[in-house]
């Protein structure tokens, strides 16, 4: 089946509180051209922090800094920094959790993110992103509950929703899956994701129609991004036409 994969969280710098004339500098800095500033990795979010020290936010900055920079090393040893002047400073153990998921280090990545959500137990985002950790070490069941917990305390949130329906179809709930992603079109069709999966499952289903209609919205959503997925899901909707 085509799925499209865990669905996380985009990086966006926190806004600071207290703020310093280098990071005044850098907020006002003209935007880089796109083809020089290094991609923020996928899985980073923004936690919902209490006041934090100025010089805790500061160094957490300048660390965002490095690691969209490239500079991965000096990013984790400043948020390490960062958490030396302030232990409540969440956000900088999500990232170090990012650090290394992205390397493979998952029990390390698992617990940063356990760290972050005692200090954010009620954060639906931290849920999310633990979610994907159990994912990724095979455990698929715990995943499901946490990816549940974090729709189910913001399901506002597309990304939550997301991956709780792809976590849905590897337990065979499918009802709740095509539900969960109907709720989804429903609050906004733009949504290519929950197309791409609703088409998937209606496919399998023999829902011909169905899944050409939501395969079709896919392709007119994405059509301005380099999705991998695209030549595939173009495939599936010339054979679905051709029967």
């Known amino acids: 089946e085509v799925l499209a994969r865990y669905r996380v969280f985009k990086a966006e710098a926190p806004p600071p509180r207290s703020e310093?004339?280098?990071?005044?500098?850098?907020?006002?800095?003209?935007?880089?051209?796109?083809?020089?500033r290094a991609s923020p990795p996928a899985i980073v979010i923004q936690v919902e922090e209490a006041p934090a020290s100025p010089e805790a936010l500061a160094?957490?900055?300048?660390?965002?800094?490095l690691e969209r920079e490239g500079r991965i090393g000096k990013a984790a040893e400043r948020y390490r920094d960062a958490l030396a002047r302030d232990s409540t400073l969440g956000e900088a153990r999500n990232r170090l959790g990012l650090l290394a998921l992205r390397v493979g280090r998952l029990?390390?990545?698992?617990?940063?993110?356990?760290?972050?959500?005692?200090?954010?137990?009620?954060?639906?985002?931290?849920?999310?992103?633990?979610?994907?950790?159990?994912?990724?070490?095979?455990?698929?069941?715990?995943?499901?509950?946490?990816?549940?917990?974090?729709?189910e305390r913001e399901p506002s949130k597309v990304e939550?929703?997301?991956?709780?329906?792809?976590?849905y179809v590897q337990f065979g709930q499918r009802a709740e899956?095509?539900?969960?992603?109907?709720?989804?079109?429903n609050r906004s069709e733009r949504v290519p994701e929950a197309h791409l999966n609703l088409g998937s499952l209606l496919e399998a289903e023999g829902d011909r129609a169905g899944a050409i209609r939501h395969y079709q919205r896919?392709?007119?959503?994405?059509?301005?991004q380099d999705s991998p997925l695209r030549a595939q899901v173009a495939e599936r909707l010339a054979?679905?036409?051709g029967r």
């Not at 959500?117 to 095979?138: D, I, Q, T, W, Y």
């Not at 939550?160 to 976590?167: C, E, K, P, Q, V």
């Open 160 to 167: 939550s929703a997301l991956n709780l329906a792809i976590a």
């Open 107 to 151: 029990e390390e990545a698992r617990r940063e993110f356990e760290a972050a959500l005692r200090l954010h137990p009620e954060s639906a985002r931290l849920l999310n992103n633990l979610g994907l950790v159990f994912h990724l070490k095979g455990e698929f069941r715990t995943a499901l509950v946490f990816f549940r917990k974090a729709w």
């Open 218 to 224: 896919f392709l007119e959503l994405t059509a301005r």
């Open 177 to 185: 899956a095509k539900a969960l992603l109907a709720t989804v079109l």
């Open 59 to 65: 160094i957490l900055e300048d660390g965002i800094r």
């Open 20 to 36: 310093t004339p280098d990071a005044k500098r850098e907020r006002e800095a003209p935007p880089q051209p796109e083809e020089a």
């Open 239 to 241: 054979a679905l036409r």
